[in-house]
Each structure stands twice: as C-alpha cells, then as structure tokens.
C-alpha cells in the first residue's frame, strides 16, 4: 500500500472525501473540519512578515518552508496564515500576539485545491507552502516564528 498524498489524506478528513474531491474541482476550496488528523493555528499576516522580515510572497513561502517544514495555508482575502499541525500536537507557549489562535476542535477550515500556489482575487486562498505527503508543521516551530514576530511586532511599536 503507498502513502496517501497530502490532498488525499486531506480529503479523507472531511465527512464526505468525495465531496471534498467535488468542491477542489468547482470552487478551488473545500472546508474540512479540524482536529481529528489535524489542526492549524490563525497566525495574521503581520505576524508572519514581522518574523521573516519580507512582505515579498516568494521569500515568505521560501522562509515558512525551511522553518516550519510543514504544509502552510494562506487566505490572502483574510490576511492569516494557517500553518497544518497534528491534532494532538502540544503548543507549550502562551502568546500575546494579537490575533493568533489554535483552531478549536471542529472549526471549518477553508482548505485550497492542491494544485493552488499562488493567491488570485479570484482564489485568494492558496498553498503558501505545498505539501505533497501527510505531514505537520512542528508545534514548536510554529511557536517560534509567532515569538518572533510578535516580538519584533512589539518592539517596532515602542
């Protein structure tokens, strides 16, 4: 038996993986529950520039790859990055940084078609960083870029 794609093993976790398959082929986009093979955590967009010191789309998605190793969602129409983490993944940091928060169990997550890379007006949400088999972003490495950039955030502002 090989390994599930990322895209498949994504479609499985949504209540009907057919429709799922249905709403990348229509839409661009389907919405998959989180938490029961993963989860994501809201990290706004300034966060995520603040921390990789670019607001240049190629060199944050070059940076989020190399540090976070891990599949990264980006709804450009909402301004936040949704880094895929496991379900039981532990995020043993408190943060200040406004606007950042792990998705609660059985939120919706809006979830791009595979082949999506780059934001549209028509597909604003898109892979920053593509995965292509079933893996998350390390919980501490997403802790970290949030430290970072809400730090950096911070001093910038005194």
């Known amino acids: 038996m090989s390994t599930p794609t990322l895209a498949e093993w994504l479609a499985c976790s949504h209540p009907d993986p057919r429709q799922a398959w249905a709403d990348w082929v229509a839409h661009g986009v389907t919405v998959i529950p989180v938490g029961t093979l993963f989860s994501s ?5 300034a966060i995520v520039h603040a921390a ?3 607001t240049d789309p190629r060199q944050i998605n070059k940076v ?3 540090r976070l190793d891990g599949p990264v969602i980006h709804d450009g129409r909402g301004r936040n990055f949704y880094p895929l983490i496991g379900a039981e993944a532990r995020l043993d940091w408190d943060t200040t940084a406004p606007g950042v928060e792990r998705l609660a169990p059985a939120t919706q997550l809006g979830v791009p078609a595979p082949n999506l890379h780059r934001y549209t007006p028509a597909r604003p949400i898109y892979w920053a960083v593509a995965g292509y088999s079933p893996r998350h972003c390390g919980s501490a490495a997403v802790a970290l870029l949030v430290r970072v950039g809400g730090a950096r955030l911070e001093e910038a502002a005194t």
């Open 64 to 66: 989020l790859a190399d």
């Open 52 to 54: 990789v010191e670019s």
């Open 41 to 45: 955590v809201r990290i706004p967009e």
